[in-house]
């Protein structure tokens, strides 16, 4: 008997018990059901993390800030006392406040010698702004932020920085002046901003040179080039006492290479900084989404686990109302493998079609939640689904729930393929 005849035998089979079949494949179906959802969960919180982070490129940077003692970094965490400690000096004659985040643009500067593989170093400049207009229409509130040197951001026209004095526009603030965005390429926009130590409204006209995609960062934001953001910070902050002294920076290396990015991030440790590549941030974004999705799935694989004990009771049931029948197969030629493998066929049908009903539900259920809250509660989320469903993914549960399956129906397979067939022809 081929195997395809053996599975039809065995879908056949199933169809004799249709009660007992449909209770099994349905508890088959809420752990299917479940994992699909929660996997599609964190496939959707995924994409739009990554809709959202990718938005900036440059596999040349590293973010950098500065590093805190253990003992420290675990006082701030548990948020208790942090003790104080004194003042030091470096090599170059440069104060440096242990119990401070801040690091002065001397010590930033004083980077540059020690890592001849950096192509430039640049501070994370602070501005803010009280509005924007272009060509003296309607003004908006907008953030102000700087691309630092080497850091790429995607954009929906336009160009980056190639030079000074210019501005990229988040998207939705770009569509407030046209909706057509094409058309503020090039133009000017007047950006208000108060400086000074009487805090007077201040204008710049700055090009537009592009709009962004949209983003987490870029919608809120409009970016200005280094040297922009330079001018603005010494107008807005040079009467404050923390002028020239930074929370982080950016490091833009001569090229991209893991080994050379590995070896200028243990540089910056041994001088008591912590740096990250936009991949080590994605990464870890990813990381958490992880273990939330493993964490809905263990759910899940409880609700199936408990399903299994359902298809071992299903077929050793069956095994015991089949005993003569499978004692006259025994009988008339059929071995002990094609026995086991008929039994087994069994476990692993019922696991398939609770699977696809999971699945196809599964499916049916996102798609239509989706629509429902993109549309109400998750309406200011743009191009974020709660669900989505990766036919990689839905494979591999379909795999899943036919192997545990498969694992349920091995002890009935192997009690059916062991019974004797002269006691099982003699069996009441």
């Given at each position: 008997?081929?195997l395809w005849d053996l599975a039809r035998t065995a879908n056949r089979n199933l169809l004799r018990a249709k009660l007992r079949t449909f209770l099994?494949?349905?508890?088959?179906?809420?752990?299917?059901?479940?994992?699909?959802?929660?996997?599609?969960?964190?496939?959707?919180?995924?994409?739009?993390?990554?809709?959202?982070?990718?938005?900036?490129?440059?596999?040349?940077?590293?973010?950098?800030?500065?590093?805190?003692?253990?003992?420290?970094?675990?006082?701030?965490?548990?948020?208790?006392?942090?003790?104080?400690?004194?003042?030091?000096?470096?090599?170059?004659?440069?104060?440096?406040?242990?119990?401070?985040?801040?690091?002065?643009?001397?010590?930033?500067?004083?980077?540059?010698?020690?890592?001849?593989?950096?192509?430039?170093?640049?501070?994370?400049?602070?501005?803010?702004?009280?509005?924007?207009?272009?060509?003296?229409?309607?003004?908006?509130?907008?953030?102000?932020?700087?691309?630092?040197?080497?850091?790429?951001?995607?954009?929906?026209?336009?160009?980056?920085?190639?030079?000074?004095?210019?501005?990229?526009?988040?998207?939705?603030?770009?569509?407030?002046?046209?909706?057509?965005?094409?058309?503020?390429?090039?133009?000017?926009?007047?950006?208000?901003?108060?400086?000074?130590?009487?805090?007077?409204?201040?204008?710049?006209?700055?090009?537009?040179?592009?709009?962004?995609?949209?983003?987490?960062?870029?919608?809120?934001?409009?970016?200005?080039?280094?040297?922009?953001?330079?001018?603005?910070?010494?107008?807005?902050?040079?009467?404050?006492?923390?002028?020239?002294?930074?929370?982080?920076?950016?490091?833009?290396?001569?090229?991209?290479?893991?080994?050379?990015?590995?070896?200028?991030?243990?540089?910056?440790?041994?001088?008591?900084?912590?740096?990250?590549?936009?991949?080590?941030?994605?990464k870890r974004t990813y990381d958490a989404i992880g273990i939330l999705q493993v964490g809905l799935n263990l759910f899940a694989l409880v609700a199936?686990?408990?399903?299994?004990?359902?298809?071992?009771?299903?077929?050793?049931?069956?095994?015991?109302?089949?005993?003569?029948?499978?004692?006259?197969?025994?009988?008339?030629?059929?071995?002990?493998?094609?026995?086991?493998?008929?039994?087994?066929?069994?476990?692993?049908?019922?696991?398939?079609?609770?699977?696809?009903?999971?699945?196809?539900?599964?499916?049916?259920?996102?798609?239509?939640?989706?629509?429902?809250?993109?549309?109400?509660?998750?309406?200011?989320?743009?191009?974020?689904?709660?669900?989505?469903?990766?036919?990689?993914?839905?494979?591999?549960?379909?795999?899943?729930?036919?192997?545990?399956?498969?694992?349920?129906?091995?002890?009935?397979?192997?009690?059916?393929?062991?019974?004797?067939?002269?006691?099982?022809?003699?069996?009441?």
């Amino acid at each position: 008997m081929r195997l395809w005849d053996l599975a039809r035998t065995a879908n056949r089979n199933l169809l004799r018990a249709k009660l007992r079949t449909f209770l099994t494949v349905m508890a088959i179906f809420v752990g299917a059901f479940t994992l699909c959802m929660t996997n599609g969960i964190g496939d959707g919180l995924r994409n739009y993390v990554e809709l959202q982070v990718k938005t900036f490129e440059g596999d040349r940077i590293l973010f950098v800030r500065k590093k805190f003692p253990q003992e420290m970094e675990e006082q701030i965490n548990n948020t208790g006392p942090v003790e104080y400690k004194e003042t030091s000096v470096d090599e170059r004659g440069n104060e440096i406040d242990p119990n401070s985040v801040m690091v002065s643009l001397e010590q930033i500067k004083g980077l540059e010698s020690d890592l001849p593989e950096v192509r430039s170093i640049t501070p994370a400049f602070r501005m803010s702004a009280e509005y924007i207009t272009v060509g003296g229409g309607k003004k908006y509130t907008v953030g102000l932020g700087m691309l630092s040197e080497g850091l790429v951001q995607k954009l929906e026209v336009g160009e980056m920085f190639d030079g000074s004095n210019q501005i990229i526009l988040p998207i939705h603030l770009a569509r407030a002046f046209d909706e057509n965005v094409q058309n503020l390429v090039g133009q000017d926009a007047t950006i208000a901003y108060r400086a000074g130590q009487e805090r007077d409204l201040k204008t710049r006209d700055l090009k537009v040179v592009g709009v962004a995609t949209k983003g987490m960062i870029s919608n809120t934001n409009a970016f200005v080039d280094a040297d922009t953001a330079r001018s603005i910070y010494d107008e807005q902050n040079a009467e404050s006492p923390n002028y020239n002294n930074f929370q982080n920076f950016t490091v833009q290396l001569e090229r991209a290479d893991d080994e050379l990015v590995g070896s200028t991030k243990e540089k910056l440790e041994e001088k008591g900084f912590v740096a990250m590549g936009i991949e080590d941030i994605e990464k870890r974004t990813y990381d958490a989404i992880g273990i939330l999705q493993v964490g809905l799935n263990l759910f899940a694989l409880v609700a199936l686990l408990a399903a299994s004990f359902g298809i071992i009771n299903t077929l050793v049931i069956a095994v015991m109302e089949r005993t003569k029948e499978i004692g006259l197969q025994k009988a008339l030629g059929m071995g002990r493998f094609r026995v086991f493998l008929l039994f087994a066929l069994e476990s692993v049908l019922i696991g398939f079609w609770g699977a696809m009903l999971g699945i196809v539900s599964a499916v049916g259920v996102g798609t239509a939640a989706n629509a429902f809250l993109s549309s109400t509660y998750l309406e200011s989320f743009e191009g974020f689904s709660l669900f989505a469903f990766k036919p990689l993914a839905l494979g591999v549960v379909l795999l899943l729930v036919c192997v545990i399956a498969f694992l349920a129906g091995v002890m009935p397979a192997i009690r059916a393929s062991r019974l004797n067939p002269i006691e099982a022809l003699r069996y009441e």
